[in-house]
């Protein structure tokens, strides 16, 4: 099965709220974020005040050498919760963003990850402005073991 994408959509978006997991990554190593999230799916961490629905993964802090950390989690409603130990909370901004709806194998998240970078943003003249990157994932009765629906959400100016 190939990947399949929809045309990119500007979108503004309320301020959120997830919580989870955070690990630390780079270039390289980024090809071993699918452990993460099964890590996280082993777990099953409940989370108070959780929002029912998609997933996330979130990429911030990004550096100049291309070293990130990374999200998985669930949206929260209210963060005033204790969190177990080795969950945090990751906030995204209010604002504007490019939004890229994709269906296929996770293997090739990453590239389609790129394009939106490479390609997708160029070519409606928009720029990246401050704030985390992530991927929704939301509930779709076509997931399965080989193929998900995704949505990579980049803000821009």
Request: proline share 7%.
């Amino acid at each position: 099965m190939q990947t399949t994408t929809e045309p990119l959509e500007v979108l503004d978006a309320p301020a959120r709220t997830i919580a989870g997991t955070v690990k630390s990554y780079d270039m390289q190593s980024r090809a071993t974020i699918p452990a993460q999230w099964q890590a996280f799916y082993d777990a099953g961490p409940q989370f108070e005040h959780g929002v029912e629905g998609a997933m996330f993964g979130v990429s911030f802090d990004a550096d100049a050498t291309g070293a990130f950390r990374y999200a998985v989690g669930r949206e929260v409603s209210d963060r005033s919760a204790t969190l177990a130990s080795g969950l945090s909370y990751v906030d995204l901004s209010e604002g504007r963003y490019a939004v890229r709806r994709a269906f296929g194998p996770m293997k090739e998240l990453p590239q389609v990850f790129d394009l939106v970078f490479t390609k997708d943003l160029p070519a409606k003249g928009l720029q990246p402005r401050e704030g985390a990157c992530f991927e929704r994932y939301p509930d779709d009765p076509r997931n399965s073991a080989d193929a998900m629906a995704y949505e990579i959400w980049v803000p821009v100016k």
